[in-house]
Each structure stands twice: as C-alpha cells, then as structure tokens.
C-alpha cells in the first residue's frame, strides 16, 4: 500500500459519511415531492376545466409537460411500474452522484493530487458493483491515469530535491509609513522585513514563473530497509514539465511586543466565515480586521490560483515561545485569558493546518544556538514543548533562531545539541544560506533557507537575480540601503 492510501482513509470516510447524507436528503425531497403532487391530484384533479388543459396539452405536446405525465400516471401505476419508476429514479441519482466524484476528483488535479483523484474514484462503491461497472468512472480514471503518466519528475526543473528552494519570510509590513518612519528600529525592519505589496509581487511573479508551493515533508520520505532500519531518501514530486517546486517559511509571528505601533499586524484571528485573517491596531487605538500579514494573503491566492499549491501545501510557520504566539501571550501562564487565548490559538491552528499550513520551532528563547550552551538549548527546548508545542501539537521541524545553526559541520552532526533536538523530536533542521542547499542523512533532513528581505533585495541583489525581477518587486516606499 501507498503511504498516500493509509494516510487518506479518514478524509475518505469523513467525505463517504457525507455523501451518504446528501442522498438522504436528495431522497427525502423527492419522497416531499412526491407526497405534495399527490395532495395536488387529488385535492385540484377533478376541478381542472378544459380551459386549464389546454396549454398544459400543448406543453405536453413540445415535450416539456413530463412532470404532469409523471403525476397523472402515478396513480395508475400498479405497485410493479411503481418499483421500476423508482428504481429508475435511483439510477438517475446515481448518476448524478457519480458526475460529482468525478468532478470532485478533477478538482484534486488542480492541485496535481492525481493519486487522491484517482483513488477516489477507485473507491466507489455503487448498487451494481465498483467502479470498474460504470463507464463513466472508467473512461474518467484512464484520463485521470493519462495526464498522470505526462507528470514529470520535479516538473523536469530540478534533477534532485537538494536543488529545490526554500525561501522564508518574517512579519509583512502592512504600513509602509510606521515601519519606516526613520526611528530607531527602520533600518532593522528595513533590512529583515519584506512589504506586503512586495510578498504579493513575488508571489504573483514566482507563480507566473511556474513556482509551486511543497511541503518540507514532501522532500524525503522515510524507508525501511531489509535490516529493519530506516532512513531517509530524496521523495519524488511529480508535476506537469516546467513546474519548480519550492518551499515557503515565516518565522517568528509572534507579532512581538516590539513591533506594536510599527505598521504590523497585532494578532491572528478567525474571521466571520471562519478563515484565518488579522488584526491591526490603529493610532486612535480603534482595531481592523484584514489580510495584514502573509497568512491570509496566501490563502486567498492560493484559493484564486489552486495550481500554485501542491496538495494543498501553504507554508511552514517558525514560532517562539517568549513573547507568545500569532499575537497571543501564551507565555504568560497567570494571565486572566491564558484558557481563553489558549482555546483561539488551538482553534486558529486547526484551521490552518486543514489548510496546509504547518509548524515548526523556533526555540523558546531566540538565542543563537552555536554560541549557547548544550544545557540552555536543553532548558530551552524542554520549555518550548511544554508552552508551544502543547498547543500547537507535535512538529518534528525546526528553524534555528537567526539561521545559525547548531554546528558547521559538512558531515554528520555530531554534538550533544543535535542528540538533544532529535532526541526532543525533531528530524528537519533549517538555517539561512543564499542558495539552496540540503543534506539529507539517515536520520535527519537539513536544509537551508533563501531570506526574500530588504537586506537580500538591497544589499545582495545579484543573489536574487535567478527568482524574479527586483527592479518589478522592491516597494518605492521602501528606503534605500541604510545600514
Ligand atoms: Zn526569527
């Protein structure tokens, strides 16, 4: 079996219980129908006049008046024909129901998920028997199976998976004017921020350009070999030729106590129709609601254009501990709201994670790692699992704190720090280096990250040159290089 077939089963019965409640109801109107066209016959049958049937006759006449056929012939019907209309009434809502798993599995291949399609149609079961009785779901699996075959490995862009970008991001900068108001921390935003208009220029540009949106986890894959160990290797991603697979980070969204009065957001919030938005506090102290950061802003592009995401994978979210997360001082363990914000926190986090957003450390502290202590990494840890990840739930990917990483080394990590972080869970480790860059070794995945920042825009243009236009991307409002 795939690792897709088990990992797919309880959305299939989630999606089967489903379907099974929309036949209930399609059957129960229909009985309502019935019982309402009845009363009808029976109560205005014998008062129809000649001049009332009249244009019913002609309608009958053009072919449209089956409806009235239907119901005047009912009654007449011995309990036989009446079986065989309804058993010819069950064959059209089968019918209908299989155009929608058809449509539904169409709808997988707009985000190049051809084994989820074709799995979904391979499962379903109809009165006479599966899928392989209905022509339709046949000639739609050897198409679904046609296109999937035209699949190239990493869209033909790449020849290994340590080729692929992962590009990371902080906190947007939703006000231009705040952020850069030339007090002591512009030219800190102005080196390690990104503007909103910019993030949805590159966005627009990298999807233009082919780019798709992965999972880390869609990187490797964990195999068992004949000893019983496992180990990873490179996964294959297979999409339609000239696709570029990448991967996409945030860090920190904390939305720090520094931050406040600086043009950011000020928390994540679930909004009316139950999606991921955020909060922005203004001068006059009054709060909006909106896309002020990259979360929702993606969401809704991904939302407009599916194909930028593979499976549905959005972006990786690095958090800390110390100041809270997604605007939430969860670090406070006595506050009044702890609970309360605990509860929103979980809540936002489900639903992003429904919407392929995952989570990663980012320690506790946000102290560089290779200067600290083996002892306060371990303290650190131990202290983001039990305030973060308790809320967050597990992760095994981490995000170490200003990119530095644990140890320099081109070979094995050898250090007690890394026998802390795997020993605490974590199998992706994740710094900051201008190109891509990966290691994958038995029993971890390390992999750098491309910042998208004013200093990387700025200073280092010439690194960016490969992703996009910058002369198109840098924001005006942006000042030029002060630091
Ligand atoms: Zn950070």
Not at 221 to 238: F, H, M, Q, R, S
């Amino acid at each position: 079996m795939t690792e897709g077939h088990t990992a797919g089963k309880p959305k299939r019965r989630k999606k089967r219980t489903k379907r099974l409640s929309v036949i209930l109801l399609i059957e129960l109107l229909v009985l309502l129908i019935m019982a309402g066209s009845y009363f009808l016959i029976t109560k205005y049958g014998m008062n129809d006049g000649s001049s009332d049937k009249t244009p019913i006759n002609s309608e009958k006449n053009d072919g449209k008046g089956k409806n009235n056929d239907k119901q005047n012939t009912e009654e007449e019907l011995s309990p036989e024909e009446l079986e065989a209309l309804r058993e010819q009434e069950r064959l059209m809502r089968e019918i209908a129901e299989r155009d929608a798993l058809i449509e539904k599995a169409k709808k997988l291949t707009l985000s190049y998920d051809y084994d989820g399609a074709i799995e979904l149609i391979r499962s379903y079961q109809g009165k006479d028997g599966g899928y392989e009785v209905y022509p339709a779901l046949v000639s739609a699996l050897n198409e679904l199976e046609k296109e999937k075959a035209s699949l190239v490995l990493y869209g033909g862009s790449y020849t290994s998976v340590t080729q692929i970008n992962h590009i990371f991001f902080h906190s947007l900068i939703a006000d231009t004017s705040k952020a850069f108001d030339n007090d002591y921390d512009s030219v800190g935003y102005n080196m390690y921020m990104t503007t909103i208009d910019e993030f949805k220029k590159m966005m627009q540009s990298m999807y233009e350009d082919g780019y798709v949106l992965v999972s880390v986890h869609d990187l490797v894959k964990l195999v068992t070999d004949e000893n019983g160990n496992t180990k990873y290797v490179p996964a294959e991603i297979y999409l339609p030729a000239g696709k570029k697979p990448f991967v996409l980070s945030q860090d920190d969204v904390s939305y720090y106590e520094y931050m406040e009065g600086d043009g950011f957001a000020s928390r994540l919030v679930l909004d009316d129709d139950g999606k991921v938005t955020c909060e922005m506090i203004l001068d006059d102290g009054s709060v909006v609601r909106g896309a002020y950061d990259l979360i929702p802003i993606l969401d809704e592009f991904v939302e407009e254009h599916p194909d930028f995401s593979y499976k549905g994978a959005k972006g990786l979210i690095a958090l800390t501990g110390y100041e809270g997360v997604l605007g939430y001082r969860t670090n406070e363990l006595t506050s009044p709201t702890y609970e309360q914000d605990k509860e929103t926190v979980k809540e936002i986090v489900r639903v992003m994670k429904e919407n392929g957003w995952e989570f990663a450390s980012h320690s506790y502290y946000h102290r560089n790692l290779q200067e600290k202590s083996a002892a306060f990494l371990r303290d650190d840890t131990e202290r983001w699992k039990k305030e973060v990840e308790s809320i967050i739930g597990p992760t095994d990917v981490y995000v170490f704190p200003f990119g530095v990483d644990i140890e320099t080394t081109m070979d094995h990590y050898k250090s007690e720090k890394y026998a802390i972080l795997k020993e605490a869970g974590f199998n992706f480790f994740h710094g900051v280096y201008s190109k891509p860059w990966m290691h994958i070794k038995n029993d971890y995945v390390r992999m750098t990250r491309r910042p998208l920042d004013g200093q990387a825009m700025l200073e280092f243009p010439e690194r960016l040159a490969d992703l996009f236009d910058l002369n198109e991307i840098i924001d005006p409002a942006r000042p030029p290089k002060n630091w």
